[in-house]
C-alpha cells in the first residue's frame, strides 16, 4: 500500500488560496502581541501550512522527514520566491541538524501522531531545545481525545473540484487497532464527467495522544501562559466540540 507522503503533489492538491488566506489570518491571530519574528517549523511537509508566514514576513525556517516532501517544498518555495531555509532530519532529533534557536519552533499538520506518545515528549523536548529563552512552542493536532470517545470508521470528505474541472473524491477508513494505535486507509478518486478515471490507495498510521501529555512536558519544561485555540483560529470553541487544534505556550 502506498504512503501519501511519498506523492506530495497529491498532497498538495486539495490546498487551495482560499486556505492560504485562512491560515494567514490564523496565525495572526495566534501570534498577536507576541514577540515574534523568526520560526522553525519542524514538520514542514510540502509548506502548505506554513509558506503563508514568511507571505507574512516571518523569517522561516523548515524541517522534515521526507525527502519528496522538503523537494516539493524547495520548488515551491523558489515558485513564491521566499526565501526559506529546508533541512531534511528526523524532529525527533532536531538538535543534532539546527544549531541555532527561533522565537518560535512549531510542529504543523498533526505531525506528532506519527510517532509514539513517548517519543512525542522526545519532540516537545527537542524543540524546546532549539526555543530561544522568551520564546514560544506551538503545535497543531487532531483532538484524539474526542476522537476516541465518538470512534467512527468511516469518514467522508467534501470533493474538491481542480482548475482543471476533475472533481477529487475522498473517503477515510478506519482500523482501531488492539495496541491503541490507528491504521488509516485512504481512498482518493479522479472523476470527470461522472466517471472516475483513476483512483488511488494510502496507508496512514498513527498514535493518538491526549493533550494531558503535551500540556504536563509543558508544564515539566517551564512553559506558560498556555494557550489552546480551534483550528483555524476563527471562532472558539470548548474542546470538546473542537475537531482539530492548536496550542502555544511561552517559554519562562
Known amino acids: 500500500m502506498a504512503d501519501l507522503y511519498d506523492y506530495p ?8 488560496d482560499k486556505a492560504n488566506e485562512g491560515y494567514k489570518k490564523h496565525y495572526q491571530r495566534m501570534f498577536e502581541g507576541k514577540e515574534i519574528h523568526s520560526i ?31 523537494e516539493q517544498a524547495g520548488k515551491k518555495a523558489e515558485q513564491k520566491g521566499l526565501d526559506v531555509n529546508l533541512v531534511q532530519c528526523d524532529f525527533r532529533e532536531l538538535s543534532q541538524s539546527f544549531h541555532t534557536t527561533f522565537d518560535c519552533v512549531m510542529s504543523t499538520g498533526n505531525a506528532l501522531a506519527h510517532v509514539s506518545p513517548d517519543d512525542v515528549r522526545k519532540t516537545l523536548r527537542e524543540m524546546d531545545s532549539l526555543v530561544k529563552p522568551g520564546g514560544y512552542l506551538y503545535l497543531d493536532s487532531r483532538n484524539w481525545d ?79 501562559d498556555f494557550t489552546l485555540k480551534p483550528l483555524p483560529c476563527f471562532v472558539d470553541k470548548p474542546f470538546e466540540k473542537i475537531d482539530w487544534y492548536c496550542c502555544i505556550a511561552k517559554k519562562g
Open 9 to 16: 503533489e497529491i498532497y498538495d492538491e486539495r490546498f487551495s
Open 40 to 70: 522553525l517549523d519542524c514538520s514542514f511537509g510540502t509548506g502548505c501550512l506554513t509558506f503563508c508566514l514568511a507571505e507574512l514576513g516571518y523569517g522561516v525556517s523548515g524541517s522534515d522527514l521526507s525527502a519528496a516532501m522538503l
Open 146 to 224: 474526542q476522537e476516541l470517545k465518538e470512534p467512527k470508521r468511516f469518514r467522508w470528505s467534501r470533493p474538491f473540484i481542480r482548475e482543471d474541472g476533475v472533481r477529487i473524491n475522498y473517503v477515510q477508513d478506519w482500523d482501531y487497532n488492539s495496541d491503541g494505535t490507528l491504521t488509516i486507509h485512504i481512498l482518493q478518486g479522479y472523476e470527470r464527467d461522472g466517471v472516475i478515471f483513476e483512483s488511488m490507495n494510502f496507508e496512514e498510521y498513527l498514535n493518538p495522544f491526549s493533550i494531558k501529555l503535551v500540556r504536563s512536558e509543558l508544564d515539566n519544561m517551564g512553559y506558560q
